[in-house]
């Protein structure tokens, strides 16, 4: 089956590049020019992935994302954005983004990242830490009688912790292996992270907070 996918994009010239970009890959391709119709067409229907600009009229691209992610945040969202400054990559990724990529940018590379956030596993692969279960091929947490779709970054936030159950780990270290970063940018990315994948998973989150170090989900 091909993929459909979302492009979001309020300039007309850029729009048409991605539109024919992505129809000659295969791809299915539907478009939204405004902000509210952005969140009303990836709410309203199946999309594979979501190519979202941040300058938007009547609502722009972070507001798309952080209604979108609420409600879908098991859908791929990647920013394509003329935005490269670090505080607006971090807050989109604080927000579940996938991925960013800067304006201008390459078909090919664009293309490639795509098909790397298109990539469905073959069969389940559940981990476990106590009571809390993590399904990677439908990026479920399970935690009694809640069931929990993450955003990418959510679960590989939690995945790190699961897979390091019983051990404190560092907001640092949080954000050199789930971000990629190699220094602290000032942010509370982390703990914004922590507070999402807390709400999604109830008053029983396993996630401990330990003090002047950073978090940790227990072994069991």
């Keep these: 089956m091909p993929r459909r996918i979302l492009v979001v994009e309020d300039e007309t010239r850029i729009l048409d590049f991605l539109a024919r970009g992505l129809a000659a890959d295969g791809m299915v391709v539907d478009w939204a020019q405004t902000g509210p119709d952005a ?24 507001a798309v994302l952080e209604r979108v992610q609420e409600r879908k945040p098991e859908l791929p ?67 009694g009688d809640t ?35 190699g220094f602290d940018p000032g942010s509370n990315v982390v703990d914004g992270c922590i507070r999402r994948i807390r709400r999604r998973l109830g008053s029983e989150s396993p996630i401990e907070t330990v003090r002047n170090v950073g978090y940790r989900v227990a072994a069991g």
Aim: hydrophobic letters at 45%; a neutral charge; glycine letters at 6%.
């Design 39 to 62: 969140v009303k067409r990836a709410l309203g229907r199946q999309y594979d992935l979501v190519l979202l600009d941040l300058v938007l009229p009547q609502l722009n691209g972070l």
């Design 77 to 143: 969202v990647i920013v394509v954005s003329a935005r490269g400054d670090v505080a607006t990559k971090l807050k989109a990724f604080e927000l579940g983004a996938r991925d960013y990529v800067e304006k201008p940018f390459s078909l090919d590379e664009l293309l490639a990242r795509i098909k790397v956030h298109l990539v469905r596993p073959l069969a389940s692969n559940v981990v476990r830490a106590g009571d809390l279960e993590l399904d990677y091929t439908t990026r479920e947490a399970r935690l």
């Design 147 to 181: 069931r929990a779709l993450l955003s990418d970054r959510e679960f590989r936030l939690l995945g790190y912790l699961v897979e390091h159950a019983g051990e404190a780990v560092s907001r640092e270290r949080l954000l050199s292996e789930v971000w990629g970063y």
